[in-house]
Nanobody, 125 residues
Framework: QVQLQESGPGLVKPSQTLSLTCTVS??????????WNWIRQPPGKELEWMGA???????YYSPYLKRRTSISRDKSKNQFTLQLNSVTPEDTAGYYC?????????????????WGQGTQVTVSS
């Protein structure tokens, strides 16, 4: 059974870079036709898809976050990483990594994919 676990700092200062890592166990991030997503949920708001990296390392980003977002992977560690640059307090959210067999909406991924437990990130000075 695939399991995902997010890790990273819970507090980031404005203008800094947020870096989160998702460690995958019970499966491989190179599993064919699988997509590894980063999704966030700000307080009181809906789920927001940020981007994904595929089983071959291709990346897809939300057009709203593309300029500030980078997703990479480390196959040797079975991990994929999110970097979000120039953060502001509006980036305060629960951040989740999730694996799914298709590149779909967060709602679809929530129903058909596998999620980590999430990690809360606060942007504040």
């Amino acid at each position: 059974q695939v399991q995902l676990q997010e890790s990273g700092p819970g507090l980031v200062k404005p203008s800094q870079t947020l870096s989160l890592t998702c460690t995958v166990s019970g499966g491989s991030i190179t599993t064919v036709y699988y997509y590894w997503n980063w999704i966030r949920q700000p307080p009181g708001k809906e789920l927001e898809w940020m981007g994904a990296i595929t089983y071959v390392g291709s990346t897809y980003y939300s057009p709203y976050l593309k300029r500030r977002t980078s997703i990479s992977r480390d196959k040797s560690k079975n991990q994929f990483t999110l970097q979000l640059n120039s953060v502001t307090p509006e980036d305060t959210a629960g951040y989740y990594c999730a694996g799914a067999s298709a590149l779909k909406t967060p709602s679809w991924v929530r129903e058909y994919g596998t999620w980590g437990q999430g990690t809360q990130v606060t942007v504040s000075s």
